[in-house]
């Protein structure tokens, strides 16, 4: 399962994707979420759904790496889905299934199934932002878009280094749980074995460790950037300075139709 998890990780390509400027790609990315959350049926995910395939085959990233994102929050689409089934009712329909107190209706159904396309596609869309852009890009693209907050004397160009560090260590503690959990099962250790407060008990050898290796890295990485004389943003220059080009106002032009047809779709079929 941990190797399954792919959030946080940069896939090197030169794909149409790939080469569109990091801003315009995280302002579509927030575009993206809201066709996602104001449309109102399935035709709406459709348009949606359909916009995000003509994005990912533009990219050159593969299904298999698709279906690899949902593994690790299939828990949380099936909980999403049982909630939605149980208490989503319909009084003036009968129940389509009756057991104890739970019944189920074909409203209940077709909300759980709306939800869980919504969540799959909210997931499949947000992984490519990391999928097609780099850390170090995706740094500067966030300081570019939150610089209009400098003028306050808000700290940019620190919390966009946070969020990146985050992103990039997540791949990097994944590894580390995976070989923390390899060295624990050589040792005897049952961690796939017994009832729930078992296998929690059994996760404290190996979060303890976690720990100690997260902060262990963490100073490790504030020690390499004080002797690199990292001072923050103040007159720190750029490898790759960000420009627009044709592509990403023909992507943003594109995003916009999709997100107005889906409005249309709201206002016609409600």
């Not at 077709?110 to 939800?115: A, G, H, L, N, P």
Request: proline share 4%; hydrophobic share 55%; net charge positive.
């Amino acid at each position: 399962m941990l190797n399954d998890i792919t959030i946080g990780q940069f896939f090197p390509g030169n794909s149409v994707i790939h080469r569109m400027d990091s801003r315009f790609k995280i302002v579509l990315e927030i575009v993206y979420v809201v066709m996602l959350f104001i449309s109102s049926n399935f035709w709406g995910l459709g348009i949606a759904c359909l916009f995000m395939v003509m994005v990912y085959a533009a990219s050159g990233i593969s299904f298999r790496m698709i279906l690899k994102s949902l593994k690790p929050v299939l828990p949380i689409i099936l909980f999403t889905a049982i909630l939605n089934l149980i208490f989503v009712k319909d009084t003036e329909a009968l129940p389509l299934v009756e057991f104890w107190i739970i019944s189920i209706y074909g409203k209940g159904v077709e909300t759980s199934v709306f939800m869980v396309l919504r969540i799959v596609f909210l997931i499949i869309g947000m992984s490519l932002l990391t999928y097609t852009t780099s850390p170090i890009v995706l740094t500067d693209a966030i300081e570019s878009l939150l610089s209009p907050l400098k003028k306050i004397r808000f700290p940019v160009h620190e919390l966009a280094m946070m969020m990146t560090i985050a992103l990039r260590f997540i791949p990097t503690l994944i590894e580390e749980t995976n070989k923390i959990m390899m060295a624990q099962k050589a040792r005897g250790a049952a961690l796939d074995s017994g009832g729930l407060i078992s296998r929690a008990k059994a996760m404290i050898p190996i979060l303890i460790p976690l720990f100690i290796s997260a902060f262990k890295r963490a100073n490790e990485l504030a020690t390499a950037m004080e002797c690199r004389c990292y001072r923050g943003g103040e007159g720190r220059t750029k490898l790759r300075v960000l420009k627009a080009t044709k592509i990403d106002f023909l992507a943003s032009g594109l995003c916009i139709c999709v997100l107005g047809i889906i409005i249309i779709n709201n206002v016609v079929f409600g």
